[in-house]
């Protein structure tokens, strides 16, 4: 990693997460004459770089990482950061939360909205839960979606039956089917939850991180650089077409720009660039969640199974897919793996105590976005964001009834911990989605084409969970990683086809 940047790449991608990393994968794959730079705002923490901060040896460790990502003002292993409010906004290790701006006067806002800085993201940080999209959550503008979330599961390293030889796994599924699978389609009844976990050479089984993603084949191409703390101010755009970044300072011309750097600073990078279409910020969502814990019934006590950087079975993590009849997404995790600390951090780790999730599809509406002011910074020198969100009268009816299906749920298992399910505030769900949407003609509603390339803006592409249009109520970097996918292949195939035609890959872009 340097500091001293090209004049000039082929590609340039900003961002690191999963959908920045698969970017480069496919791009290594398939056009392995390009020159790629991806830029990064935040520090690298492992190597290799975007390695899982689960899977490193060491709690002390493990937690200096985490506050290497929580950005300017970290919080982790110190008091709440001078933002906290722990009771509304929930600070999580290795993520951080939008200072102010969070909710308007009169809205609900998104009090939890939050985000990581570092080499590989939130995915160095999230807990790999890889569902597939069905019915509703689906685009049925992507006749391929399928093919390309088999890629996007071949990228992540995605175990469809994960801990399937843990000693309460069929134990829990078969509660769940019990309580749940009557009328539902066979692949949409109780199942493992398919993870992004695989094993190392030394056999344990641990997180995939966006390192995996990168994988050997992008890490050994020598077209490949990946500059950390390089935050990107602006994509340069010149009659329609993008041709490059300012960086730290710095102009690097490009043919093409991908722009992978979340759900808020994806449309913040690209109204700072002067690209503000219509539906830039808006059609914001975030899947109203409720969640609960239980003690599973009549089964022996577990041993105080301790984890370090291995992940151990006990219960598994269960899946209640998401249907249009039963429009939630439910999930049953063991301890260790649930991302919200649902008990006290005595009890043994995983355990016999399961982590319910239950999350709604929002009621989109245009006016759930964000907006950035064109005379105030952030910390970051960028526009400054605030966020306009509200529950809808529909939105407040889905929680209750999903309320209702977590305590079904809950029932199903064992005995409760706790009276009832907590409705966590807003943004908790840590999957916002919508802000730079993909649609199927620019008609003012969508921000990016099919292939994720910004209506109007030749070579300028976006990624992330901010490009999915559905308001997806499971757990979503599995289908933002399968658009990347097809945005990928779209830019290697040109790039061939213009290498053919003799350009030269690599050279001048003047
Ligand atoms: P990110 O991973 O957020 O990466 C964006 C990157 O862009 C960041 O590194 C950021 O620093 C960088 N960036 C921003 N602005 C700039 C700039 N101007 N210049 C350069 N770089 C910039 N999702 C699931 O699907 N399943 C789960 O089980 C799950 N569990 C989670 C648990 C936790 C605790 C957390 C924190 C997240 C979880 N998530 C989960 C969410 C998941 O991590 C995200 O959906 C995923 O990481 C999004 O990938 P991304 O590439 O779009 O963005």
């Avoid at 759930?368 to 529950?391: C, N, Q, W």
């Avoid at 757990?475 to 399968?482: G, I, K, M, R």
């Avoid at 195939?493 to 050279?507: D, T």
Wanted: charged fraction near 20%; glycine fraction near 10%; proline fraction near 9%.
């Amino acid at each position: 990693m340097t500091r001293t940047f090209p004049d000039s790449v082929d590609v340039v991608v900003v961002g690191s997460g999963p959908t920045g990393a698969a970017y480069a994968r496919i791009l290594s794959e398939r056009a392995p004459a390009a020159t790629i730079a991806l830029f990064e705002a935040g520090p690298a923490l492992t190597d290799p770089p975007g390695m899982h901060v689960k899977n490193i040896a060491g709690f002390a460790a493990q937690r200096a990482a985490q506050r290497r990502s929580e950005g300017l003002h970290p919080h982790t292993d110190g008091e709440p950061g001078q933002y906290a409010d722990p009771a509304r906004r929930i600070l999580r290790p290795g993520t951080h939360l939008l200072p102010e701006g969070y909710q308007a006067p009169g809205e609900d806002g998104l009090p939890a909205l939050a985000m990581s800085t570092n080499v590989g993201g939130m995915g160095a940080h999230w807990t790999g839960a890889c569902p597939r999209p069905g019915d509703g959550e689906r685009m049925g503008f992507l006749p391929d979606l399928d093919e390309l979330l088999d890629e996007a599961e071949r990228l992540l390293e995605v175990d469809r039956h994960p801990l399937a030889g843990a000693p309460y796994t069929d134990l829990v599924r078969s509660r769940l089917a019990d309580a749940f699978d009557a009328g539902r389609a066979p692949d949409r009844r109780v199942q493992p939850m398919p993870l992004a976990v695989h094993r190392r050479p030394d056999g344990a089984l641990v997180w995939t991180g966006p390192d995996i993603v990168f994988g050997d084949v992008t890490r050994n191409n020598p077209n490949f650089t990946l500059y950390a703390e390089s935050p990107v101010q602006r994509v340069l755009v010149e009659d329609g077409r993008a041709v490059g970044v300012l960086v730290a300072g710095q102009e690097v011309r490009a043919r093409f720009v991908v722009v992978a750097a979340d759900a808020l600073r994806t449309p913040q990078l690209l109204f700072a660039s002067g690209v503000r279409p219509p539906a830039l910020g808006r059609y914001l969502n975030d899947q109203p969640q409720t969640v609960f814990a239980v003690r599973l019934r009549d089964v022996a006590s577990a041993a105080d199974v301790t984890t370090g950087a291995e992940i151990i079975g006990q219960s598994g993590v269960g899946w209640v897919p998401y249907t249009d009849e039963h429009p939630f997404h439910g999930q049953v995790m063991q301890l260790d793996a649930s991302p919200i600390p649902l008990v006290s951090e005595d009890e043994p780790s995983p355990g016999t105590i399961v982590g319910l999730g239950w999350f709604c599809g929002k009621d989109l509406q245009a006016s759930d976005r964000i907006a950035f002011s064109t005379d105030e910074v952030d910390d970051y020198g960028m526009p400054k964001p605030s966020i306009h969100y509200t529950l809808t009268a529909r939105d407040r009816a889905s929680l209750a009834a999903a309320r209702e299906q977590i305590l079904r749920a809950a029932r199903a298992l064992g005995e409760f911990i706790g009276d009832e399910p907590l409705l966590l505030a807003p943004g908790a769900s840590l999957h916002y989605q919508g802000t730079t949407r993909m649609g199927p003609a620019d008609d003012g509603t969508s921000v990016c084409g099919p292939n994720s390339e910004v209506w109007g803006v030749t070579g300028l592409y976006v990624a992330g969970n901010n490009v999915i249009p559905t308001p997806i109520a499971c757990n979503p970097t599995l289908t933002s990683v399968a658009l990347a996918v097809a945005g990928a292949r779209d830019i290697a195939s040109q790039l061939v086809l213009q290498s053919a035609a003799g350009a030269a890959i690599g050279g001048d872009h003047a």
